[in-house]
């Protein structure tokens, strides 16, 4: 068990059986009165954040959490499927779970699955990833200005804003925190 | 001035930090008042201490281990002359703060433009207006103290020095209970750009009032799980000798923080 005084940023605990990561965390007491933890928590399954202030002698449960690395498969109706390379295990994620790194997965890509009580929640993916691009128009000539971007469609689906010099068959860095364009890697 | 003692008060939320050897156990002071108080017995009429104070598992945008307490005294004055005091520390500091040019901070000097110039707020009637009940007649400490740092400190004027009054008689801590009103004590806190930036009272000068008080608060530190305090007994009996007083402890890094616009204590502190 963990008590107040063991909350920080990036603490994972567990709140009406569900896991929670700590985001944001602030101390605060009175001179004369009982310390207050305030915390701000994500839940790490549905993404959603809350605020919560604790008091001294509260107690919390550690989120038994672990990460493995895997393999993506393929996306059917049933998920997203991922595969333990070394023991071929497989698990299934739903949509839910994936959130937005759907927009950067590739076939047989390793990322690290999230387990909470043995269940995949989630998904964390390497922070930068190489994608073609599918679809891009041609940048208007003569529109010159620095920073001047298009819309570009990756081979996920994914649209992003790439500079004018992208073209349909490059390959580019992006960065999965942000989903944005980092640089072009292959002409 | 020690910084420890074998003895401190007990307070129901500190924490202590101690220092142990072969000899046994010393306290690191958590406020000065221990020693301070007492002089009042000695014929001392005003006085003054700046030095540290220690206060474990206290560490936050607001708040360190180690910080520097600023405490003084008046023989025959009551907490109202202490809050004339503040007010004038605040304009001499924020003057001198203006010649010292080598410090350059916009916000402060914009909110203290036309000088200073202060709020007295009563807590019965700030908790009734941010809070929505009142602490004169219903005791919760926890939720007092919750709902000063969540719902009234945030509602009151940032950059207005605001005192608030009267703290219930349930939250006297070490000061004396109102005589007009004995819901309440003669207690504040002072408050400037969202801090806490000082509690003075009128001085609590009865040994029994004061020993039972602290029981309580010991009664609190086994409930909460920390260990009771050793009655402070010299402490106490000095009580009688002293004469009518006021004191009070104003945070000197929080004052530096609003002069250096420091988002965090540890701005002013070196190295901690």
Known sequence: MYDSSDLRKGLKIIIDGQPYIITDFQFSKPGKGQALYRC??????TGYTMDRTYRSGDKFEPANLDERRMQYLYNDGEGYHFMDTKTYDQVTLTEENIGDAKNFLQDNMEVDVLFFNETPISINLPNFVQLKVVKADPGVKGDTATGATKPATLETGYTIQVPLFVEEGDVLKIDTRTGQYVERVKA | MPSSSTHAIPEATIELFSIHD???????LPSPELYLKPMLGHGIDRFFHIGPAFRKNE???????????LEWYRSNEDYTRLIEDCANILSVVTSAFKRASEI????FLEKTKGGITYEILRIEKAFLK???????????EDRFYEDIVLKVEPALKKFKPTFLIDFPSWAAS???IKQEDKRSCERFELYWFGMELANGFSELLDPDEQLLRFERENQKRIESGLRPIEIPDR???SLSRCASAAGIALGVDRLLMILTDSKSIKEVIPAL
């Open chain 2, 235 to 237: 402490f106490l009996s």
């Open chain 2, 22 to 28: 072969t000899k046994g156990k010393r306290y690191l």
């Open chain 2, 59 to 69: 560490k936050g945008p607001h708040h360190a281990p180690e910080f520097t307490i």
């Open chain 2, 130 to 140: 941010y809070a929505g009940w009142n602490p004169l007649e219903i005791e919760d």
């Open chain 1, 40 to 45: 701000k928590l994500k839940n790490m399954i």
């Open chain 2, 174 to 176: 070490l000061s004396r």
């Open chain 2, 104 to 107: 350059h901070n916009p916000l």
